[in-house]
């Protein structure tokens, strides 16, 4: 696989969403999960999102049951995002970040930033116009460095 743009996930709808969609925008992926402290970085991207969309940027939350942090069903997460955060971003449907039943969209970011195992939720990978990797962000990373980083590439 050359790029994202080879890919496609599940929207918590059922759609699908092509990663082609996004060609020529700058796409943040990020692995989350509703019960992880981190969670209230929703409200972050989402932010971020809303701020930064008119002029081509995008976020694509994969909810991850991995680190058994995420609701029952996609439809609780679905609703806890949008309730507690105001999420307007795509969700998909929760997905493997590692091991046998991994999404082959994480194998191919893991392998693109030259990183390995996806070690906690909110993993984020900053995807250029082009869409190659451009960064792997830990999930401690604060969103305000990150947007530094949004319209250099």
């Given at each position: 696989m050359?790029?994202?743009?080879?890919?496609?996930?599940t929207?918590?709808?059922?759609?699908?969403i092509?990663?082609d969609?996004?060609?020529?925008q700058?796409l943040?992926?990020?692995?989350t999960?509703?019960?992880?402290?981190?969670?209230?970085?929703?409200e972050?991207?989402e932010?971020?999102y809303?701020?930064y969309?008119d002029?081509?940027f995008?976020?694509?939350?994969?909810p991850s049951?991995?680190?058994?942090q995420?609701l029952e069903t996609d439809?609780?997460t679905d609703d806890?995002?949008?309730?507690?955060?105001g999420?307007t971003?795509p969700?998909?449907?929760?997905?493997?970040?590692?091991?046998?039943?991994e999404?082959?969209l994480f194998?191919y970011?893991k392998d693109?930033?030259g990183h390995?195992?996806?070690?906690?939720?909110f993993?984020?990978?900053?995807v250029?116009r082009?869409?190659?990797?451009?960064k792997?962000?830990?999930?401690?990373?604060?969103l305000?460095s990150?947007?530094?980083t949004?319209?250099?590439?």
């Amino acid at each position: 696989m050359a790029s994202i743009y080879d890919f496609s996930e599940t929207e918590m709808s059922g759609q699908t969403i092509p990663l082609d969609n996004y060609r020529g925008q700058v796409l943040l992926i990020v692995n989350t999960a509703s019960k992880c402290g981190f969670a209230p970085q929703l409200e972050g991207l989402e932010s971020l999102y809303k701020q930064y969309h008119d002029q081509g940027f995008n976020v694509l939350g994969l909810p991850s049951n991995q680190f058994h942090q995420e609701l029952e069903t996609d439809e609780e997460t679905d609703d806890f995002c949008q309730v507690h955060y105001g999420v307007t971003f795509p969700m998909t449907k929760r997905v493997a970040v590692n091991g046998d039943d991994e999404d082959p969209l994480f194998t191919y970011l893991k392998d693109a930033a030259g990183h390995g195992r996806i070690k906690w939720n909110f993993t984020k990978f900053l995807v250029g116009r082009d869409g190659q990797v451009i960064k792997r962000y830990a999930p401690q990373t604060k969103l305000r460095s990150l947007k530094r980083t949004l319209w250099t590439h």
